[in-house]
């Protein structure tokens, strides 16, 4: 048999790289993170010194090893091939579910019985019983409570943002910033509309979507994103793409929000002049797009820019804040972006920091640029937000030199 990687070689064509140890590891992880998701909590609750009656303990782990089995099937039924929004309702709620109870039994079953312990709380069996129903009280209440976090209409985030290269003229400038919408398996129609019309009170200059849409494509959830088309703005409402979209045939949602009146920013800028002064807006596809392999989409700040007067002051939209390095080495003055969802659920938010720069919030790079980040106006999968607040976002740009000469 001829030597494959040889031929290659001789073809011109790059030699496959072994996977590295980390990435043999991630490969298992869909399989370990399920099992310490149900495990962990069936051990705290149930045989970590409590002593239950037999009939209680066989039936919880009965019920731990029906969501451990259920959550996967569940989820690859809804957002697999099969695209079972039902499916895909029960599969995100039993991950968040688990998630929460994971989290806190963890938590509780170290520091609460240690606590109960040095305060001579009981005996070992009492501490642990106190301990099963804590978790499982606190459990039902941050579920409870971010069930209505993640389905209200989000609160409107209000900053103001100096940029010291904005012209004077178009100081005062209203940006609304929203992002992650996230349409998808849950029906949210009404609160889409909901969160047009307070967009709409805000009365912006701009209005960005940063990305995530939805789940599903442009057809299939067409209705929710519909109330899109209703927001005002004075000058410009413009979209970039987000990593969703590559999930979902990017153009159709490309293709649906230019119908809706927004102007997708597919690296391309457009200009917005007052007073005598200009501020370019400029966007990026996801970063995520050159590995889609969807013809003509990719993210390229240096077309984005192109013809550009380089003593302008620029603001990007780029779903993720990974893309700032790229930012500030060509000088952007602010960055808009989402896509952490802020962690959406505690304590998820320290894995979010493995991959970005911030998680949420105004931050510093480079010389001269900034990064904003919201935490999102939607939520993904799991219908729940657990010390993760959603946002609507207005920015108000200043000028140095307006509030140098007042």
């Known amino acids: ?76 039924r809804g957002h697999g091939r099969r695209q079972q929004d039902r499916a895909a309702i029960v599969g995100d709620t039993l991950l968040g579910g688990a998630w929460v109870l994971f989290t806190w039994s963890v938590l509780l079953g170290v520091l609460l019985r240690l606590a109960l312990t040095v305060a001579g709380v009981g005996d070992g069996q009492d501490r642990a019983r106190m301990v099963t129903w804590a978790v499982l009280g606190l459990t039902a209440l941050l579920l409870g409570w971010g069930y209505f976090e993640a389905r209200r209409v989000p609160r409107v985030r209000r900053l103001e943002v100096e940029l010291p290269r904005l012209g004077a003229g178009l100081d005062g400038t209203r940006v609304v910033l929203i992002t992650d919408t996230h349409y998808g398996p849950l029906d949210r129609a009404r609160w889409s509309a909901r969160v047009c019309e307070t967009v709409n009170a805000l009365e912006a200059d701009l209005v960005c979507h940063t990305g995530d849409i939805a789940d599903g494509t442009a057809e299939r959830r067409r209705a929710q994103a519909a109330p899109l088309g209703t927001v005002q703005a004075t000058r410009a409402r413009v979209y970039v793409t987000g990593n969703h979209e590559y999930y979902s045939e990017a153009q159709g949602w490309v293709d649906l929000m230019d119908k809706l009146g927004w102007k997708p920013l597919r690296n391309r800028h457009l200009l917005l002049e007052h007073g005598g002064d200009t501020l370019v807006v400029a966007g990026v596809d996801d970063v995520t797009a050159e590995s889609s392999g969807l013809a003509g989409h990719g993210a390229h700040l240096a077309g984005a820019l192109q013809g550009v007067d380089p003593g302008l002051p620029v603001l990007l939209l780029a779903h993720q804040p990974k893309f700032i390095d790229r930012a500030a080495a060509h000088g952007i003055d602010l960055q808009l972006s989402g896509h952490t969802h802020g962690g959406q659920i505690w304590p998820f938010h320290y894995l979010v920091r493995l991959d970005q720069p911030s998680v949420a919030g105004l931050s510093h790079h480079g010389d001269r640029t900034l990064l904003y980040t919201s935490r999102g106006t939607g939520f993904w999968g799991p219908p729940f937000r657990v010390f993760a607040p959603s946002e609507i976002t207005l920015l108000v740009l200043r000028s140095p030199q307006q509030s140098t000469s007042s």
Not at 15 to 24: A, F, I, K
Not at 39 to 56: D, K, N
Not at 60 to 70: D, K, N, P, S
């Open 1 to 76: 048999m001829a030597d494959t990687s040889s031929n290659r070689a001789a073809a011109g064509e790059t030699p496959e790289t072994p996977p590295s140890g980390l990435q043999r590891v991630m490969r298992f992880i869909p399989l370990i993170a399920p099992l310490l998701l149900w495990s962990v909590p069936c051990w705290v609750l149930l045989y970590a010194g409590q002593q239950w009656p037999l009939p209680i303990a066989l039936s919880g782990t009965a019920l731990f090893a029906l969501g451990l089995v259920g959550m996967p099937l569940a989820m690859m």
